[in-house]
């Protein structure tokens, strides 16, 4: 219990370092409530970062988001940011519906772009936003979708546990008590591509893809609710989608923006088919078969709690008859809150133990700005796949797909 409070503590009140000459100066475009932590509270550790300035509409509002958060500078305009060469890059947490616009504004103008997930409404924006020009030019700017979560080290071991090619089933569920959202809010808004599904839904499409390391090939069915109230009925408030990958395993995801009161943490559950094992200490007519269960509790918000579970269940049966001889099961647990406790060959990767998701990510955009190598990254394939995911789920649903901006 210690070592959680004293991790939690750090997370959220880490080290202030001394910044160096050439750290980048980072705008934000919008005084999100998700900026603090996404971004704020990570940079401070890191010496190549510096959060320079936040632009909101209102006046009032930017002023007391940059004194509440030690910016040193606020605007009243997200051009104005852009049009700063002081500023090297930019956070754009804003509403889903405008991701698209202002990260082509931002590319356009030279700025790196750090983008809160999803990357844009719908695939069709993110195969143009993608597509920029600018992007694949020697020392362009970058562009990273923010899926945090990827960037832990717990998400690299659980990974290492994995036989895509054998992955039969896979259940995937992440939930925010109702208490947290706000159904008059951007969440439940389709305007502002809004919906269970666009929000936390994407962090279950993105682990599916990486547990099984394909695309969907089809999605199966798509069971949303949403209030019913002939204002909010093409935004869903929870969502469960299920698809089939190539090796015809099925990949389920569920979540929610209006949950119980009682949270539970988010959950990966992997099961690989039957597969025989070699045992050459066996009769010639028997064989040994291996069912595997690998379970990522927590993959959320893994630097405050989460657990690797493996379940190895064992059979020796007769080849004639298929009779079991004998079974059992083999379990382990882990927890990997650095890249330390990821095995020997990461012993020289960054990270402390109360660094958030957030902070692995932010060092592995620094390392992409700065060309230097990185231990993960989300690039623009990857992102344009997970919105045709995204897509293919509200085609499902007969909710529809999230609006495409006019912005060109």
């Known amino acids: 219990m210690a070592a959680l409070l004293s991790r939690v503590y750090t997370a959220f009140s880490p080290p202030t370092v001394e910044k160096k000459s050439d750290a980048i100066k980072i705008g934000i475009l919008g ?73 082509l504004r931002a590319i356009r103008a030279g700025k790196h772009v750090l983008l809160e997930k999803p990357a844009t409404a719908n695939a069709i924006e993110a195969s143009i936003l993608f597509s920029q020009p600018e992007l694949s030019k020697p020392g362009g700017p970058v562009l990273l979708e923010a899926f945090h979560n990827r960037f832990h080290p ?95 395993g099925i990949g389920e995801g569920t979540s929610t923006l209006w949950g119980p009161l009682l949270w539970k943490p988010s959950e990966a559950r992997v099961t690989h088919r039957q597969v025989v094992v070699p045992d050459n200490t066996l009769p010639s007519d028997q064989e040994k078969l291996l069912t595997r269960q690998v379970t990522l509790h927590g993959f959320m918000q893994a630097f405050i709690w989460h657990r690797i579970d493996v379940k190895d269940s064992y059979v020796i049966r007769n080849k004639v008859d298929g009779q079991p001889v004998k079974t059992w099961v083999e379990s382990k647990s882990q927890k990997v809150y650095s890249y330390k406790d990821a095995g020997a060959e990461f012993a020289n990767v960054p990270g402390e133990d109360w660094w958030m998701s957030y902070r692995y990510q932010l060092e592995e955009f620094v390392n992409r700005v700065k060309g230097r190598r990185t231990q993960t990254w989300i690039g623009a394939e990857d992102s344009i796949n997970l919105m045709k995911m995204v897509d293919m789920a509200y085609e499902k649903s007969g909710l529809g797909l999230r609006p495409t901006s006019s912005f060109g």
């Open 154 to 248: 717990s998400i690299r071991a659980f990974r290492s546990l994995i036989n895509p090619a054998e992955v039969e089933h896979v259940h995937t569920d992440c939930m925010v008590p109702w208490v947290l959202a706000d159904k008059n809010g951007i969440e439940f808004n389709y305007d502002l591509a809004g919906g269970s599904i666009a929000h936390i839904g994407t962090y279950t499409f993105t682990l599916l893809r990486l547990i099984f390391d394909a695309e969907p090939e089809e999605c199966l069915s798509c069971e949303t609710r949403t209030f019913g109230d002939g204002i909010h009925d093409r935004c869903d408030k929870s969502s469960k989608v299920s698809f089939r990958f190539p090796n015809g």
């Open 31 to 103: 005084a999100a409530r998700t900026a603090p932590l996404s971004l704020i509270t990570p940079a401070k550790s890191h010496p190549e970062v510096i959060v320079q300035v936040i632009a909101a509409r209102d006046h009032s509002r930017a002023e007391a988001f940059a004194k509440k958060h030690g910016i040193p500078e606020f605007k009243t305009s997200y051009q104005e940011v852009l049009d700063d060469p002081n500023i090297d890059a930019v956070f754009i947490p804003l509403p889903n519906s405008l991701h698209f616009e202002w990260s």
